[in-house]
């Protein structure tokens, strides 16, 4: 248990619905992430908020809307995704950016597939 | 040229082997080093913190070369439990700490 907590486990939406995956984390970090990891690709960072304050958007598209109303809880909203949107969705959490030893702490992953 | 490029793997090796895992990185502002362990359908953990002066822990070394951007991750007498992705991942410092993650090399341990 690393004191992140990802739900769903699993999601299977069509290219019309809209839902929502959700983040807790109970370390008392100031920074949490969304990550994307497709298959044999290297996980990327789709958004950091430091402080609830949202301080990067790595040009992902606006079909994916994240949401972070305290510094222990991070949302990210889907809405009209495209099958090659499937992929691992990875939360983290961390000390504040800019530390100078930033270690993640991940969630287990919501798996999502879209048809 | 990828940001952080790591030994394609697989590495396929029986139990007791020593196994050496590379990693490069491009950006001569990187600041920190980690490895990472990501289990089959897991989230990654983080295995160790790569420091200048190299550092051990049990049965994993890690060593950085700063000159030429490489880092290194020895496993010696591997176990069956072993078997999982090694990611490197670094941050760079003028990109705000951005952490950057190779695309992980998958071990197997065989008996």
């Known amino acids: 248990e690393t004191g992140v907590t990802q739900t769903p486990r699993h999601l299977v939406m069509g290219m019309t619905n809209k839902k929502s995956l959700k983040c807790e984390q109970h370390l008392g970090h100031n920074a949490m992430y969304w990550y994307k990891q497709s298959a044999k690709k290297p996980l990327e960072l789709m958004f950091v908020?430091?402080?609830?304050?949202?301080?990067e958007n790595n040009s992902v598209p606006s079909r994916f809307s994240p949401e972070c109303p305290n510094s222990s809880h991070l949302f990210l909203h889907l809405h009209t995704l495209q099958p090659e949107d499937s992929a691992l969705y990875l939360c983290a959490s961390s000390q504040p950016r800019q530390s100078s030893n930033e270690k993640l702490f991940f969630g287990s992953g919501t798996q999502l597939s879209v048809l | 040229r990828k940001e952080v490029e790591q030994d394609p793997g697989p590495f396929n090796v029986p139990e007791g082997a020593t196994v050496a895992f590379n990693c490069t990185y491009s950006n001569s502002a990187s600041q920190s080093f980690f490895w990472y362990r990501q289990d089959c359908r897991k989230e990654p953990k983080l295995l160790m913190s790569?420091?200048?002066s190299g550092n051990e822990d049990g049965r994993f070394t890690a060593q950085l070369n700063r000159a030429s951007q490489y880092i290194s991750l020895l496993i010696r007498d591997s176990k069956l439990s072993d078997s999982a992705t090694y990611l490197c991942?670094?941050?760079?410092?003028?990109?705000?700490?951005?952490?950057?993650f190779g695309q992980g090399t998958e071990l197997s341990v065989k008996p």
């Open positions: 908020y430091n402080f609830k304050e949202q301080t």
């Open positions: 991942v670094v941050t760079i410092y003028n990109q705000g700490g951005k952490l950057i």
């Open positions: 790569v420091y200048s």
